[in-house]
Nanobody
């Protein structure tokens, strides 16, 4: 049974930092492209950042480029999202997602929710102004 469990969310002030973690189990983690999505109240789920199976390639949404960093540790089956210079507009539930298609072997990092097979339960990140 595949499980993705996020942690690290919580209330933070604008300008602050937060580090989200996602621990995976029940899968061969190194074969999966991984990503972070977020969903704000009343809005659709949107791509934040993705990383290839080896960690050599990462891709970011324009809204977070230069502020967020995604990384992974295949020995520990974890993917993290370091978020700096947070803004109230970053307020959302953040989800970890896994792509089993193998596209990341070819450098492809999908950016739509439908392309991911597994999801975590989400962790809330409220950013106060």
């Amino acid at each position: 049974q595949v499980q993705l469990v996020e942690s690290g969310g919580g209330l933070v002030q604008a300008g602050g930092s937060l580090r989200l973690s996602c621990e995976a189990s029940g899968l061969t983690f190194s074969r999966y492209g991984m990503a972070w999505f977020r969903q704000a109240p009343g809005k659709e789920r949107e791509f934040v950042a993705g990383i290839s199976w080896s960690g050599s390639r990462a891709y970011y949404a324009d809204s977070v480029k230069g502020r967020f960093t995604i990384s992974r540790d295949n020995r520990k089956n974890t993917v993290t999202l370091q978020m700096n210079s947070l803004e109230p507009e970053d307020t959302a539930v953040y989800y970890c997602a896994g792509d089993s298609s193998g596209r990341s072997y070819y450098g492809e990092i999908p950016a739509t929710p439908a392309e991911y097979d597994y999801w975590g339960q989400g962790t809330q990140v409220p950013v106060s102004s």
